[in-house]
């Protein structure tokens, strides 16, 4: 019964527009990221070697190749920009979708008519929204490891795969914390339209002015997959810094470049504490979600 | 189809029924019982607390008060063998629009438990002379399309009580006689309890065993309608019958 109300989930989402349309940008833009990455290290590398013919003729030293240091995924660090920016938007249509549906259609009281119960109902959601989002992010990776083949002419060693394997399934709990964001406004609002963008409020607060606030409004905080240091020139950002912890759109980032060495490597112990954030929430949300199922009069339509 | 247990307790029983949206007393403790066979009509106007019992009996939600069962079932004790009794249309009957019909009586079968679901909705749409709607998208469809599949997703598991839910709105004349005669043949040959809200009061007479009237979330009439007609002589119909009903109470 948790499969059948997946599997209808999933099927709903084969035949969305809006599903479509975000998930075709969401894979674009994974393959721009390689292309980028490869463009990037093509310009610098030129820029390099005209310095090395530049300073070979003034019989200066020549500085070692900037890239000759840099690790290969860090080709890919614009993906840790366009999960928390088109990934988490998607996720969030998505759990808006999951749970919108059934009440504008009408047929939830069809559903709770059934011998079904709500929390296999709200477990069978849950699975199809895991299982849209992973299919997503499958075929993100495979596209980020064909850039990484074709564009960028190296193959990613075992280490490098499990590296993007972990950032992948980083990225999937952090978007399905905004796919339960979407479920919640979606079961709670009683107008389709303030449910979605209630929820992309949420969105939006999370990943830019959270980030902003706890880093003293240093702007590259948002989305730049770099760690800037948090600005307490004011009182007001000197308290609000202590929340940066806390804030899951910059841990999700911090601990992106960690895992797809963008910056230096950090101990494992400090990695894996940047997760809590976003897993405790992820968990939290799930639980309110099935709350809220659980108490929802579904015998009621929308206005 | 489904066992009822016990055999022979009756369709419906509901004693002392209440229920309160906020401060507002929708329904105001109902007594009925329904034997099992029955075509049952539930009269009354807007707002006077028909949905609200189906709900109630379908358990989409909890009565305030009193007690509500079906085929002898407590429907809050023990909702989910309830609702393998039962078969539900409601009013503006909505199903999934981007998937075929077919596909939406599959997946509703399959979450009612059925063994062959494909097979049960074939069969369901075969039954209900619709098979050409099996392949066509639900959105595409009229509103009388919509109230034939709609019967069928609520009869696809051959329940044993069926409750529809004002099931002639917006429908046609020429559907109102096919949804008359589906509901005949639903009692007849399968056998079907069937528990009916609506306001048109000619096809009560013409497809109903019995009627109750509510007024205000009370039960203020209710008979078979060989009773009613009896005990009426003077009205020429049951619109008549239950204009008097109502202005007695």
């Known amino acids: 019964m948790v499969w059948t109300i997946a599997r209808q989930q999933l099927l709903t989402l084969r035949r969305s527009g809006t599903f479509i349309a975000i998930l075709a940008t969401m894979l674009l833009m994974t393959a721009l990221a390689g292309f980028i ?57 998505v759990g808006h979708i999951a749970m919108m549906e059934d009440r504008a259609s009408g047929a939830a009281r069809l559903l709770f008519s059934r011998p079904m119960s709500r929390s296999r109902y709200v477990i069978g959601k849950f699975l199809g ?12 990776a495979v596209l980020s490891t064909l850039s990484l083949v074709i564009v960028n002419m190296h193959v990613p ?18 978007m399905l914390l905004f796919a339960l964001v979407g479920m919640a406004f979606a079961i709670t609002s009683r107008n389709r339209s303030f449910a979605i963008v209630a929820a992309l409020g949420v969105w939006l607060v ?64 400090r990695s894996a504490l940047r997760v809590v954030p976003i897993f405790g929430l992820a968990l939290l949300l799930a639980l309110i979600v099935g709350r809220l199922v659980a108490r929802h009069d579904y015998s009621r339509g929308l206005q | 189809m489904a066992n009822p247990s016990p055999l022979d307790s009756a369709a419906i029983e509901l004693d002392g029924l209440r229920h309160r949206y906020d401060t507002d007393d929708v329904l105001r403790g109902i007594d009925l019982s329904i034997p099992r066979g029955e075509v049952f009509g539930f009269l009354g106007h807007n707002g006077s607390g028909k949905t609200t019992t189906v709900n ?42 981007h998937m075929t019909a077919l596909e939406n009586l599959e997946f509703f079968a399959r979450l009612s438990g059925v063994e062959r679901p494909r097979a049960a909705a074939i069969e369901t749409l075969e039954y209900l002379d619709c098979a050409d709607l099996a392949d066509r998208r639900v959105g595409t469809f009229s509103t009388g399309m919509r109230q034939r599949v709609g019967i069928a997703q609520a009869v696809l598991h051959k329940p044993v009580v069926l409750f529809l839910d004002e099931p002639t709105a917006g429908l046609a004349s020429c559907g109102v006689r096919h949804l008359r005669e589906t509901i005949q043949r639903l009692n007849s040959e399968l056998g079907m309890t069937i528990f009916m809200n609506t306001h048109q009061l000619s096809e009560v007479a013409k497809v109903c065993t019995s009627i109750g009237v509510l007024n205000h979330g009370e039960l203020i009439y209710t008979d078979s309608i060989e009773n009613t007609t009896a005990r009426f002589p003077d009205e020429a119909s049951l619109e008549d019958i239950y204009v008097r009903v109502e202005a007695g109470a």
């Open chain 2, 56 to 97: 109630i009996l379908t358990t989409l939600i909890r009565p305030t008060a009193g007690s509500a069962r079906v085929c002898g079932l407590d429907v809050e004790r023990e909702p989910m063998h309830v609702r393998q009794l039962i078969g539900y249309l409601p009013s503006d009957v909505r199903m999934y629009d």
């Open chain 1, 206 to 269: 999370l990943t830019f002015v959270v980030p902003q606030v706890t880093s003293g409004l240093r702007p590259t905080t948002s989305l730049n997959p770099i760690t800037d240091p948090v600005s307490t020139s004011q009182p007001f950002f000197q308290v609000t810094a202590h929340a940066r912890p806390i804030s899951v759109s910059e841990q999700y980032k911090r601990v992106s470049a960690s895992v797809l060495q963008t910056e230096p490597a950090e101990p494992t112990s």
């Open chain 1, 129 to 140: 929204t895991t299982i849209a989002l992973a299919g997503v992010l499958a075929a993100s």
């Open chain 1, 157 to 174: 060693a075992a280490g490098e795969v499990a590296r993007l394997a972990v950032f992948f399934v980083i990225s999937l709990v952090y």
């Open chain 1, 37 to 93: 990455g490869w463009m990037s290290h093509h310009t610098i590398i030129k820029v390099y070697d005209e310095t090395v013919l530049l300073l070979t003729a003034q019989g200066k030293p020549i500085p070692a190749n900037p890239f000759d240091s840099k690790p290969e995924l860090a080709l890919l660090s614009n993906l840790a920009i366009y999960v928390p920016l088109i990934g988490a938007i998607l996720a969030t249509i």
